[in-house]
């Protein structure tokens, strides 16, 4: 498959492009499914489809893949590759239900395998879905060559934490905030193995392969839409920022 980088055909640019790796946390929290906060979202993002932005969510399988895998692991003893497929099928469902959110503005596919399939789709619709793709990393890692393949420069990540810490803030109270990471200082927190529904800010493969294109990554709290919608208008909203 050849890739697609530059201008896209018609009237938006690269420029106009929003690679997003959507954490299944935002989608479905353990506390189930929020609609007020869904409608929200839903809005903002078709606000700004209306000013000429476009798409590509990369949807994550959150608390609900790491359920099924701690589940399958004590029942049937997966290895990591049965384990790493149930996570993929996990962020197809959800990227299933994101992509009928959108319903017109959503190309009618979600993508599972950007390596082979043309995924030039942003011209006809301005929203393109995306799940996993194959064990040996996250649906991070995936956004990250959606980024390399559109040509794009950044990524926005979209999870249930604020800012990435030194350790877990669900665990540790006191421990230390980030505002700004070079990706030498985040691959020190994330590490460099990547372990089926590990529960890290970052894929270790996709901190790899950020680093090595020199993408600007922003790690923004998922639920926060009033610093979202700073981010997509360039106004820098709060959260973490890597390059």
Same mark, same amino acid.
């Given at each position: 498959?050849?890739?697609?980088?530059?201008?896209?055909?018609?009237?938006?640019?690269?420029? $106009?492009?929003? &690679? !997003?790796?959507? +954490? @299944?946390?935002?989608?479905?929290?353990? #506390?189930?499914? *929020?609609?007020?906060? =869904?409608?929200?979202?839903?809005?903002?993002?078709?606000?700004?489809?209306?000013?000429?932005?476009?798409?590509?969510?990369?949807?994550?399988?959150?608390?609900?893949?790491?359920?099924?895998?701690?589940?399958?692991?004590?029942?049937?003893?997966?290895?990591?590759?049965?384990?790493?497929?149930?996570?993929?099928?996990?962020?197809?469902?959800?990227?299933?239900?994101?992509?009928?959110?959108?319903?017109?503005?959503?190309?009618?596919?979600?993508?599972?395998?950007?390596?082979?399939?043309?995924?030039?789709?942003?011209? $006809?619709?301005? &929203? !393109?879905?995306? +799940? @996993?793709?194959?064990?040996?990393?996250? #649906?991070?890692? *995936?956004?990250?060559? =959606?980024?390399?393949?559109?040509?794009?420069?950044?990524?926005?990540?979209?999870?249930?934490?604020?800012?990435?810490?030194?350790?877990?803030?669900?665990?540790?109270?006191?421990?230390?905030?980030?505002?700004?990471?070079?990706?030498?200082?985040?691959?020190?927190?994330?590490?460099?193995?990547?372990?089926?529904?590990?529960?890290?800010?970052?894929?270790?493969?996709?901190?790899?392969?950020?680093?090595?294109?020199?993408?600007?990554?922003?790690?923004?709290?998922?639920?926060?839409?009033?610093?979202?919608?700073?981010?997509?208008?360039?106004?820098?909203?709060? +959260?973490?920022?890597?390059?």
């Amino acid at each position: 498959m050849g890739t697609f980088k530059g201008t896209f055909k018609g009237t938006h640019s690269i420029m $106009s492009l929003k &690679i !997003i790796s959507l +954490g @299944g946390s935002i989608i479905i929290p353990k #506390t189930g499914f *929020d609609v007020s906060f =869904l409608k929200k979202f839903k809005s903002l993002i078709e606000t700004r489809v209306k000013k000429g932005e476009r798409f590509v969510f990369v949807v994550g399988g959150g608390a609900t893949c790491r359920n099924y895998q701690a589940a399958a692991k004590k029942v049937a003893g997966l290895k990591n590759v049965e384990l790493d497929w149930l996570g993929v099928y996990t962020t197809w469902f959800n990227a299933e239900f994101v992509r009928l959110l959108f319903g017109k503005y959503a190309h009618r596919e979600v993508i599972k395998n950007p390596s082979i399939r043309p995924i030039n789709k942003l011209n $006809s619709q301005p &929203i !393109i879905i995306a +799940g @996993g793709w194959k064990p040996g990393w996250s #649906t991070d890692y *995936d956004a990250v060559k =959606l980024a390399e393949i559109y040509g794009a420069k950044e990524v926005i990540n979209l999870s249930n934490i604020d800012f990435v810490y030194e350790k877990d803030p669900a665990k540790f109270k006191n421990t230390k905030k980030f505002e700004k990471l070079t990706w030498p200082e985040m691959r020190k927190i994330v590490g460099d193995k990547w372990i089926p529904g590990k529960n890290v800010p970052f894929d270790p493969q996709a901190t790899k392969l950020a680093q090595k294109l020199g993408l600007r990554v922003k790690f923004i709290k998922g639920t926060n839409l009033k610093e979202l919608k700073k981010e997509l208008e360039g106004q820098n909203g709060k +959260g973490t920022e890597i390059r």
